[in-house]
C-alpha cells in the first residue's frame, strides 16, 4: 500500500460511527451485514448510514453486493491487511525480538490492555 492509500483508509476511519461500523463489519466476517442492520446496529437513520458506508467503499475498506432486495456489506481483507502491514513494515526498528512479539500479538488477535478514548464533539469516548 503507497501513502496515499494509506491516509485515505486511515481518513476513512478517523470518524466514530465509521469506525463502529467498520469494527461491527470485521466481528462479522465472512457473512457480512446488510446496510440496514448496520444503521440499526449503529443507531443512526439507514442514509446517514449510506453516506458513511459511501466514504468507507470510496476508500476500498468495505466492498459489497447484492441479495435479492439487500446489500450486503463485507470489510475488504485485502485492503484492510494492506494497510496493517502499510502500519508496522517497519515495526521496531528491524529488531526482530520486538517486532516479532508484536507481530505474533496480532496474529492471536490479542485486544489491548487499555480502551482507546477519543473524542467527539468534546465528550471523551471509550473505543474497545
Known amino acids: 500500500m503507497e501513502q496515499e492509500g494509506a491516509i485515505l483508509a486511515l481518513g476513512a476511519l ?25 444503521a440499526r446496529s449503529i443507531g443512526i437513520p439507514q442514509n446517514t448510514m449510506s453516506a458513511h458506508l459511501s466514504i468507507l467503499a470510496r476508500a476500498n475498506l468495505i466492498v459489497s453486493q447484492r441479495h435479492s432486495r439487500s446489500i450486503i456489506y463485507r470489510v475488504n481483507l485485502k485492503t484492510f491487511q494492506a494497510l496493517m502491514m502499510f502500519m508496522v513494515q517497519d515495526c521496531c526498528g ?32 471509550d473505543v474497545a
Do not use: H, M, Y
Open 94 to 125: 528491524g529488531r526482530s525480538a520486538l517486532s516479532g512479539e508484536f507481530l505474533e500479538s496480532l496474529l492471536r488477535c490479542d485486544p489491548p490492555k487499555k480502551k482507546l478514548r477519543l473524542k467527539k464533539d468534546g465528550i471523551v469516548v
Open 14 to 38: 478517523a470518524q466514530i460511527t465509521r469506525l463502529e461500523t467498520f469494527q461491527l463489519l470485521v466481528k462479522s466476517e465472512p457473512a457480512g451485514v446488510p446496510a440496514g442492520e448496520l
